[in-house]
Nanobody, 121 residues
Framework: EVQLVESGGGLVQTGGSLRLSCAAS????????IGWFRQAPGSEREGVSC????????YYADSVEGRFTMSSNNAKNTMYLQMNSLKPEDTAVYYC??????????????WGQGTQVTVSS
């Protein structure tokens, strides 16, 4: 059974930092595109950052480029999202997710339960 469990969300002031973690089980990162998505109230879900191990590439949405860094520890089946210089518009529920094969960071086959990130102005 595939499971994804996020942790690390919370409340932070503008300009602050948070680190999200996602512990995965039931599949191997090497065969998937893994990533982080977010959804704010009244907005569509957005792909924030994704890694495709087979390509060795990392995608970032324009809105987070230069501020967020995604990494993964394939041996531990854990992915991370380091978020710096946070802005109020980063407020959302953040989900870790995985898509079989080479994905485009706009959908996923498996999702975590989500963790709330709130950035106060």
């Amino acid at each position: 059974e595939v499971q994804l469990v996020e942790s690390g969300g919370g409340l932070v002031q503008t300009g602050g930092s948070l680190r999200l973690s996602c512990a995965a089980s039931g599949f191997t990162f090497d065969d998937y595109t893994i990533g982080w998505f977010r959804q704010a109230p009244g907005s569509e879900r957005e792909g924030v950052s994704c890694i495709t191990s087979s390509y060795g590439s990392t995608y970032y949405a324009d809105s987070v480029e230069g501020r967020f860094t995604m990494s993964s520890n394939n041996a531990k089946n854990t992915m991370y999202l380091q978020m710096n210089s946070l802005k109020p518009e980063d407020t959302a529920v953040y989900y870790c997710a995985a898509e079989r094969g080479i994905g485009s960071c706009d959908e996923a086959d498996y999702w975590g339960q989500g963790t709330q990130v709130t950035v106060s102005s």
